[in-house]
């Protein structure tokens, strides 16, 4: 019996009630692509300026997975858009190397490079972040 038997009730009574209300609402409905990431921080987040001034977070969170002896780590790059405030201030004062849980939209965009060679980028905006834990060295290495 698996230790979340207790919740699967509760969880699909949760999803139909999500359905029902749906079903009576007068705007569309819309796709959506969300993203949950528990990893460590690969740098201090950074605040930068987009093209048209606005104020944008950025930061990478890595995953690592795989066997110690194959162990593997995925980078994922993520933007925040929040306002001036004590919200702003706190992501911008976290260490390399904390560990966090995010959820983010995420969405794929295609462009062609100087060379004419097609990428696609994986981009993800933060909808929330929690800190699960600190490092107990903000200068060790993760």
Known sequence: ??????????????RTAAQASRSFSSSASRSVAR??????LAAEPELQATASGQDVIKYAIGTSYGSKENRQTS?????????????RDFILGLPKGTLVYLEGDA???SYEDADGKRHSNL???????????RPTNSSEEH
């Open 1 to 14: 019996m698996s230790a979340f038997t207790s919740l699967r009730p509760t969880m699909g009574l949760a």
């Open 35 to 40: 993203m949950i990431i528990t990893g460590r």
């Open 75 to 87: 980078w994922f790059r993520v933007a925040s858009f929040l306002p001036e405030g004590s919200q």
């Open 107 to 109: 969405s794929m965009r």
């Open 123 to 133: 981009n993800i905006v933060q909808r929330s972040l929690e800190v699960l834990s």
